[in-house]
Nanobody, 120 residues
Framework: QLQASGGGLVQAGGSLRLSCTAS????????IGWFRQAPGKEREVVSC????????YSADSVNGRFTISLDFAKDTVYLQVNSLNAEDTAVYYC???????????????WGQGTQVTVSS
């Protein structure tokens, strides 16, 4: 029900824009977030946005480099990722939950991932 796209291979310092679209649900009713999982590591939350008031959460590791936004007209959530480094290499997933708080720990919906690979 969630579709993530926009990943790819990028050089260190580069940028990408990831997109998350939905079918069967509308983002109006949910908080939407991005998670990532690097090889050999646990999945971690990256950034979230609440559709109700636009409030956001970002992990310290990406704060100032990644920006999450929601386009209601396109029913799409974007993650603009800048100043990428090797530690950002991971599969990035989008997810939806009732609130940011619940989304961070127990999303209601998951999308398939999109691979981001940063070359040094």
């Amino acid at each position: 029900q969630l579709q993530a796209s926009g990943g790819g291979l990028v050089q260190a310092g580069g940028s990408l824009r990831l997109s998350c679209t939905a079918s069967g649900i509308t983002f109006d009713d949910y908080a939407i977030g991005w998670f990532r999982q690097a090889p050999g590591k646990e999945r971690e939350v990256v950034s979230c946005i609440a559709s109700t008031d636009g409030s956001t959460y970002s992990a310290d590791s990406v704060n100032g480099r990644f920006t999450i936004s929601l386009d209601f007209a396109k029913d799409t959530v974007y993650l603009q990722v800048n100043s990428l480094n090797a530690e950002d290499t991971a599969v990035y997933y989008c997810a939806a939950g009732v609130t940011i708080a619940t989304l961070r720990y127990r999303p209601n919906y998951w999308g398939q991932g999109t691979q981001v690979t940063v070359s040094s």
